[in-house]
């Protein structure tokens, strides 16, 4: 499962997918009872591509740590999060044994296994990135290169557009050299007025 489509909701239990997202509010679908829920925009919302866990090295995506705790453990494996606190760490630190507990604290691990057993209930292994996906397409370009392509046609279209722009520009200044002569043609009338009032 794509894991930006899961989020977790300040205040309320478990997790929830992304089902519709719209400019106001996101419709969701609790992990928990199924059960939709229309979310306003002004609630706090944490998706889990975005978290990450502290390490004595460099930090871990939440991702990583899920997938980490799934190749190595089955459901049947899971402590109970409501039991004792020992537990929980060393059911975490045999999977991740780099974590740095100084800032991960025991309530970090406690949902932690929450989370992961929610997941694995719903058949969410494995989790992967959206980006991971649309970097790899059916023809092998990537969105970069086919972006690429699309502009210089683009270009190509608007170019013969400004051309034609250029000739008709010619054709304007034809059509004021036409009328010329039937100005002159209207002086040359006014001209021989004068001959006629000599004759009589």
Known sequence: MIIQEIIAIAGKPGLFRIVVTNRNNLIVESMLDKKRLSIPGTSRISSLADITMFTTGEDLLLMEVLNRLNEHKSSDDMPKVKGDAV????????????LDHERVYNSDLKKLVQWF????????????SQKDEEDSSPDGVSEETATEEKEPKAKAKKAPAKKAAAKKAPAKKAAKKATAPKSAAKKSTVKKSPASKAKK
């Open 87 to 98: 537990a929980t760490k060393a059911f975490v630190d045999e999977v991740i044994p780099e």
């Open 117 to 128: 057993s929610i997941l694995k209930k719903n058949d969410c292994f494995p989790l992967e």
